[in-house]
């Protein structure tokens, strides 16, 4: 399976900051997928990333907010714009390879927002 | 609304013991079940998937699923577990012929006591 890596696997920011979370895969994948997994919560899709064209995002989730990009088949970002501490949660990219196939996720990046 | 529910949110059991945790889905079609497991400090790693034919699936480390489709679940079984299963457990879903967007459950943590 594909080997995923994040960064930064954690960080802590400040109210009203940005950051932005880089996913490298170490192979070309057609879907890569942002996800978000609040404490004590299930995982929530919130976009899928498309190489090429504009992200796909999920109810509750627009681009002003997490703007993605998608330069390549192996790399996306996410970013977490405006920050506030609601959007403290780890976000994990994963990608599957193919119709009715598995996800495989990145260690994900721990976010604290204070 | 499609959902996936864990019934239990903490299990606690000692070494040997026999292990079931409870999955049901609500989606109206045709599914993909997975479930999967994050060891304290590791990323989600697939334990096991069903996707058609024998319903009672069988995963890494000797843990098995069985598909009931009459009940919508998915249950997660293990004859005897060890203190290196104490994990958590995540049953997903997704409809079949798709990529990606799985829907997940809030988890199940188990503790194995030692």
């Known amino acids: 399976s594909a080997v995923i890596s994040q960064k930064p696997s954690r960080d802590i920011c400040q109210r009203g900051t940005s950051l932005t979370i880089q996913c490298q895969v170490d192979s070309q994948v057609t879907m890569m997928f942002w996800y978000r997994q609040q404490p004590g919560q299930s995982l929530t899709l919130i976009a899928t990333?498309?190489?090429?064209?504009?992200?796909?995002?999920e109810s509750g989730f627009v681009i002003d907010k997490f703007p993605i990009s998608r330069p390549n088949l192996t790399f996306s970002t996410l970013t977490v714009s405006n920050m506030s501490p609601e959007d403290s949660s780890i976000y994990l990219c994963s990608v599957t390879g193919g119709i009715n196939s598995p996800l495989h996720f990145g260690n994900g990046t721990r976010l604290t927002v204070t | 609304a499609q959902s996936v529910s864990q019934h239990n949110h903490h299990v606690i059991l000692s070494e040997a013991a026999s292990l079931e945790l409870g999955c049901n889905y609500s989606y109206g079609g045709t599914v993909n079940l997975f479930w999967y497991v994050q060891y304290p400090g590791q990323h989600l790693q697939l334990l096991l998937k069903y996707f058609s034919g024998d319903p009672l699936v069988k995963g890494i480390k000797g843990f098995e699923a069985e598909f009931i489709k009459s009940k919508f679940s998915f249950n997660l079984r293990k004859p005897s577990v060890q203190w290196s299963d104490t994990a958590e457990y995540f049953c997903?879903?997704?409809?079949?012929?798709?990529?990606?967007?799985?829907?997940f459950g809030k988890g199940t943590k188990l503790s194995v006591k030692p």
């Open positions: 997903a879903v997704n409809a079949r012929g798709s990529q990606g967007n799985l829907i």
């Open positions: 990333a498309n190489q090429g064209s504009e992200a796909t995002y």
